[in-house]
């Protein structure tokens, strides 16, 4: 068992990051690490205490380069979008932080595939057709189970990275992990690797007057 870091629950919370640049792509990482984070997203709430969730783990190296190469072509229509956005007048300069998140989001989409493990989090049933308040259910009932797996990853010294962009070419993805797309919704893809170094700050956030509203907006 690999014992857990020294971080209080405010610390653990706060620190949890989306690594990219600092992934280990070369230290495998135990199927037993995998299950004890897994047993932690398992406690996560989900609506109704239904947990219809599924998680597909994948290590095969040659499953993980397809899945790569999906993801892959993902992030390149993602740039194409947001490419056609800039030609617009009304597209505002990117700041540093910005440059630098997209820099090393570029580094991940053209490593995917070398990471150690992938993980896809899935619900049960297609939810393009249902009612906001159907799909929030729905979405609540998987995506903090994945921040639990997260969070569990972090304390054991590993990193993680929730991504979306290869939901794009989700039908692809299902076809490559025998995923029945017509009854499971995948979540999102979330590389698993152990992190080169292991401490992580607190990341710059907006003043909490910016963004809360007191009893209205």
């Given at each position: ?24 792509f ?27 969730w ?67 989090p899935?619900?049960m ?57 017509d ?6 893809l ?22 809360v ?5």
């Amino acid at each position: 068992m690999v014992p857990l870091l020294d971080l209080n629950p405010d610390e653990l919370l706060t620190t949890t990051r989306s690594v990219r640049l600092r992934l280990d792509f070369d230290r495998p990482v135990e199927r037993s690490i995998i299950e004890d984070c897994l047993l932690v997203a398992q406690q996560a709430p989900t609506g109704g205490n239904r947990q219809a969730w599924s998680f597909v783990i994948v290590t095969d190296p040659d499953q993980r380069r397809a899945l790569g190469q999906i993801y892959k072509r993902g992030w390149d229509a993602y740039l194409a979008e947001l490419a056609e956005q800039a030609a617009t007048a009304s597209a505002r300069p990117a700041d540093d932080s910005t440059v630098r998140v997209y820099r090393s989001a570029q580094y991940l989409a053209e490593h995917m595939g070398q990471a150690p493990v992938l993980i896809v989090p899935c619900v049960m049933g297609r939810l393009e057709h249902l009612t906001t308040e159907q799909q929030a259910g729905a979405w609540g009932s998987i995506l903090p189970a994945a921040w639990s797996l997260m969070l569990a990853a972090r304390a054991r010294g590993l990193g993680t990275c929730f991504t979306t962009v290869h939901l794009g070419f989700e039908r692809d993805a299902a076809d490559l992990l025998a995923i029945p797309y017509d009854d499971v919704t995948q979540a999102g893809l979330i590389p698993l690797a152990y992190t080169k170094g292991t401490h992580f700050g607190p990341a710059p956030r907006n003043p909490l007057d910016t963004i809360v509203h007191w009893d209205r907006w």
